[in-house]
C-alpha cells in the first residue's frame, strides 16, 4: 500500500488523519446546532436546517474550515463550544507510534492541516501532536484549503519538497485528488477516519486500513 522506496518527506493532515473525526462529527453534526437552537430559541431540526445548507455551500473552501467565519455567521462563540467537548480529542490508534517510527528513519515529517488556528491550537493542547512531527503547517495562512490547486505549489515554495520524493496522508477524497493533480509521489487515505463509523468503501486511492500494517 505505501511504497517507502525514495520517499523523503511525508505529509499528514491532522483531523481523521492522525487525530480521530470522532471529535469533530459529534461538534458539527450534534453539539454545534443543539448550542445554536438553545442560544437563539429554536428546536434542534430547525437549527440543522440552517446550519446544514451553510455548510454544503462552502464545503472545501477555506471558509468551512475558518471558526471565525463560523463565528460570524451563527453568532456562537465556536472556540468555547469546542472546548465543551475536548475530552473527545484523541488520536487514531497507533498514530503517535507512526510518526515516531517515520521519524527513525530520518524522514520529514509535516503536519498540514486545514485546521483553524484555534481549533489547531485546541488540538496540540490536548495531544502534544507537535512533538511527533518536525512542522506544522496550517492552511490558514496561504488563505485557501488544501483543496485548492494552488495550494501545494505554495506550500512547496515555502518547504522545499520535491514531489517525486514526498507521500500525503489524508482522510479527505477531495485533498487526495488536488495533491494527485499536483504530483507528489505517493496520495494515500484513510479507511476510517472515525472510530465509531463504519470503514469507507471508496477505492479510488490506496486506504491505510491501520498504522501498524504500513510502518516504514
Known amino acids: ?12 493532515d491532522m483531523d481523521g488523519t492522525l487525530l480521530d473525526l470522532h471529535f469533530d462529527n459529534v ?17 434542534e431540526e430547525e437549527a440543522r436546517e440552517i446550519i446544514f445548507p451553510r455548510m454544503r455551500a462552502v464545503e472545501g473552501t477555506i471558509d ?6 463560523w463565528r460570524r ?7 468555547a463550544l469546542k472546548r465543551e467537548l475536548d475530552h473527545l480529542i484523541d488520536f487514531r490508534p497507533g498514530a503517535e507510534a507512526f510518526l515516531d517510527a517515520i521519524g527513525a528513519t530520518g524522514r520529514r515529517r509535516v503536519l498540514v492541516t486545514n485546521a483553524h488556528h484555534d481549533a489547531l491550537a485546541l488540538k496540540l493542547e490536548r495531544t502534544m501532536l507537535q512533538n511527533h512531527v518536525d512542522e506544522v503547517v496550517c492552511a490558514h495562512d496561504y488563505r485557501m484549503s488544501k483543496e485548492h490547486p494552488d ?7 515555502d518547504l522545499e519538497f520535491d514531489p517525486g520524493h514526498t ?14 493533480r499536483y504530483g507528489l509521489a505517493q496520495v494515500v487515505g484513510i479507511r476510517r477516519p472515525d472510530s465509531r463509523l463504519p470503514p469507507r468503501a471508496d477505492a479510488e486511492f490506496p486506504m491505510v486500513e491501520d498504522f501498524e500494517s504500513v510502518m516504514p
Open 167 to 180: 507521500m500525503l496522508l489524508d482522510d479527505s477524497v477531495g485533498v487526495l485528488r488536488s495533491a494527485k
Open 64 to 69: 468551512w474550515y475558518c471558526l471565525d467565519y
Open 1 to 12: 500500500m505505501i511504497d517507502w522506496h525514495g520517499i523523503t518527506t511525508v505529509l499528514l
Open 151 to 157: 495550494f501545494w505549489a505554495a506550500l512547496r515554495r
Open 27 to 43: 461538534f458539527w453534526t450534534d453539539h454545534l446546532p443543539r448550542s445554536y437552537a438553545s442560544h437563539h430559541g429554536m428546536s
Open 73 to 79: 455567521e451563527l453568532e456562537v462563540d465556536i472556540v
